[in-house]
């Protein structure tokens, strides 16, 4: 069974940083593509950013594009969101999601991590 596992997630103020992790569980890492998701109250889950298996294809979402910096090691069997600037808006349970590049840009990656949570204070 495959897990994802989230970390890194916590208060910072606005304008500050933080470091998301994702580590599978998963005996392979090879998935096709993996992702950052993020839900605030009362709205839907977007994705952030999502990253191939040879992270030579990124795509970021336009809200925090040349602030947000993912990557992954596929040796450790982790991804990472380096977040700076962090907004207000930017507060919200983030996820990481795996699967093909298909499904993450359409938002229904087949796994899901539990989510952790970045509070932003002003």
């Known amino acids: 069974q495959v897990e994802l596992v989230e970390s890194g997630g916590g208060p910072v103020q606005a304008g500050g940083s933080l470091r998301l992790s994702c580590a599978s569980t998963s005996p392979s890492f090879y998935f096709d593509a993996m992702g950052w998701f993020r839900q605030a109250p009362g709205k839907e889950r977007e994705l952030v950013a999502a990253?191939?298996?040879?992270?030579?294809?990124?795509r970021y979402s336009d809200s925090v594009k040349a602030r947000f910096i993912v990557t992954r090691d596929n040796a450790k069997k982790q991804t990472y969101l380096e977040m700076s600037e962090i907004e207000p808006e930017g507060a919200a349970v983030y996820y990481c999601?795996?699967?093909?590049?298909?499904?993450?840009?359409?938002?229904?990656?087949?796994?899901w991590g539990q989510g952790t949570q970045v509070a932003v204070s002003a």
């Open positions: 999601g795996a699967g093909t590049w298909a499904r993450l840009l359409s938002g229904t990656p087949g796994y």
């Open positions: 990253i191939n298996w040879k992270s030579d294809l990124i």
